[in-house]
Structure formats: C-alpha cells, structure tokens
C-alpha cells in the first residue's frame, strides 16, 4: 500500500506548515503530495511551491477541476509542473458539482462525462505533441469558431515539448458512469468515502470501463487512490468524534439538496435516512445537531482508526479490496512518522 498526503485546499489562508508536512511525506516514504481546489486556492500552485523542496514524492491535483481552466491551459499547468519536477506530476481531474461550476465559473454543468472525455482527450494531445491540437467536440471547440470569433483562429501545438507525453491522468469519479469513464480513459481512479463493504460494486464499475473498446488501462497497471482518515490511537471514540462534522459537511452541505454526489455515496452504503436527517439539520444551520446525528459506523466504515496494529490489519482490507494508494490528511508531522513506521516500514 502506498501513501499520498492529501493537502486538501486551503481555508482562510495558506495551510499551517505545510512547508514542513511535504518535507515529511518526502522523507518519509510517501510516494505522493497532493493538493486541491474548491473555490478559493488552486491546486497547482501550492505543489509547485512546496514541492520545489522535495526530491522523490510525486505531485499530483486532486484535483483540479475542468471548468477552472481550458484543458489546454490545464495540460500547460501540467506540463510545466512535469518538467520542474523532473517528472513527478500527476493530473487528477474532476467536474465538481452544479453550485461551483455555475455559480463560480460562470458555466453550465450539463454533460459531465462528455465533457470530462473531450476535455482529457484535448490534453493527452497536447502531451502527445504530435500535430496541431484540435477539437471536434461540442463542448471545447478547437479552433474556435462560434460567436464572437473573427475567423483567424488555427490548430497550435505546444511550445514546450512535454518532459512525457504519458503522464498520468487521474479522474475524480463518485457514480458508476464516471468511475467506468476513470477506467476506460484515465491511468488511476480518486476515490472519497471509499468504503471496502462494497468493493464488489465498485470492482464493477471499473470492470465495465476496462473492458470498453479501446481502454487504456487494465486492472493490473491502474491505480486506485482512495481518500481516507487514517489515525493511529488509543482513543479512537475521541478520533471518531473529531471526523463527524467532516462527515457531516459532505453528507448534508457540499451540494444542492437536489444534487449532493458526497451524499449519494452515503445513501449508496444505506445510511438513506441517516443522510436525509443530517442535510435537513445542516441546511437549518444546526451544524452541531448534524454532526451529532453522524454515527460511528458512518465515519469507521470510510476511515482507519485504531491501534498502529489494527491500522495495519485494515489496511489489509482496504489493499484486498482493490485501493493501491490512501491518500491521508496529517496536520502535524507526528502523524506523518507514526503512518510511515505502521504503513511502510517491514512488519
């Protein structure tokens, strides 16, 4: 099992000692650091600050979202990362949800997979950086010529000649129709909320992308990285209430009450009713109630706590179910040495 060290993105500033947890996850033996973006910082930007210290971890999005940039600017946000590292990037994509694409970006949110799939295949041919980009599509036209053009727009091709024309593309995927996408056109899958109890139907949504036409992975070469709460403790009842307003924040306020993709995974592991009372209490703003109303399996079922041992025997769980890479929040440099030692180091 690797470890990626998931920097999330920021709150009203800059995340306290940041500098000092990468530093870590590089010594360590963290095989990743990853950044994020919701509508405040962006994902790329930290890793290229932070990451110019480190000399072995990978540097990845997760993720960025599509309607932040053009995918050619998000391939040249990619490419230069690559060559600074020195060819440690990696790309993780997402769509985000209706509220931040429409009421952020300013653009529609309709056809995500259409979207996600001509956006991707713009990128992979910049990467490839054999002729001219262009795209066909509806959604990300190249050259443009719809209104407002003036006509003289042509196919371009990278300036830059990209340090790897394969670097890997991550997709952030919830729901069945963007986790086989993931499989079919992408090089790993980003899960949140991964829950191993349903292993099988996520193994089948996966099993359906990689057996599509023209798929570019296969089981074997196909990472799964799945976000998760790791915390090695002798007091997990405190650990587990420390998670519930975080579990609460996705299940009942990230997302319109019509359209919450964190809440249906939830639903999807039967906490139906459980869900349907925290987005109740949360959009009254009785953010406390709703954390209090999150109960322990809710939280153990998508995190790992417990003893370094019995991290280390759930970990198990999660590697035979499929997960390649936990991609884990540390706020203090403790926690990075404590999951090395239980993680990584020889038993």
């Not at 129709?177 to 993931?182: F, H, K, S, T």
């Not at 998508?302 to 041992?309: D, E, H, M, V, W």
């Amino acid at each position: 099992m690797k470890l990626g060290l998931q920097l999330g993105y920021w709150g009203a500033g800059p995340t306290p000692g940041a500098a000092e947890l990468v530093a870590e996850a590089d010594r360590a033996g963290f095989d990743a650091v990853f950044a994020a973006e919701s509508w405040g910082s962006d994902a790329f930007t930290p890793l290229a600050w932070w990451g110019s210290a480190t000399e072995r971890v990978r540097l990845g999005t997760s993720v960025a979202q599509l309607s932040a940039r053009a995918p050619t600017a998000c391939a040249m946000h990619a490419l230069t990362l690559d060559h600074l590292s020195g060819g440690r990037a990696i790309l993780g994509l997402g769509v985000s949800g209706p509220q931040v694409v429409e009421g952020w970006y300013g653009a529609p949110f309709g056809k995500p997979l259409a979207r996600t799939r001509e956006y991707v295949s713009i990128i992979r041919q910049v990467l490839a950086r054999e002729a001219p980009v262009r795209g066909d599509g509806p959604h990300y036209p190249l050259p443009y010529h719809g209104p407002g053009a003036e006509g003289l727009g042509k196919p371009l091709r990278s300036i830059v000649h990209p340090l790897r024309s394969d670097l890997p593309i991550w997709l952030g995927a919830e729901g069945p129709r963007n986790v086989a996408l993931a499989a079919e056109i992408a090089d790993g899958w980003l899960a949140i909320y991964y829950s191993p109890r349903l292993a099988g139907m996520y193994n089948s949504w996966l099993d359906e992308g990689f057996a599509r036409p023209g798929a570019r992975r296969g089981r074997a070469d196909f990472e799964v990285a799945a976000s998760a709460s790791v915390v090695i403790t002798d007091d997990p009842a405190t650990a587990i209430d420390r998670l519930r307003p975080v579990v609460a924040l996705y299940a009942g306020g990230m997302g319109a009450q019509s359209r919450n993709f964190h809440a249906d995974l939830f639903v999807r592991m039967g906490y139906g009713s459980v869900v349907e009372e925290i987005g109740r209490l949360f959009r009254s703003g009785r953010k406390e109630e709703a954390a209090a109303a999150v109960p322990d399996e809710m939280v153990t079922e998508t995190a790992i706590i417990g003893s370094a041992a019995e991290v280390r025997d759930q970990i198990a769980v999660w590697e035979k179910a499929g997960v390649t890479m936990l991609l884990v929040h540390c706020w203090e440099v403790g926690q990075i040495r404590a999951l090395a030692d239980a993680v990584l180091a020889p038993n």
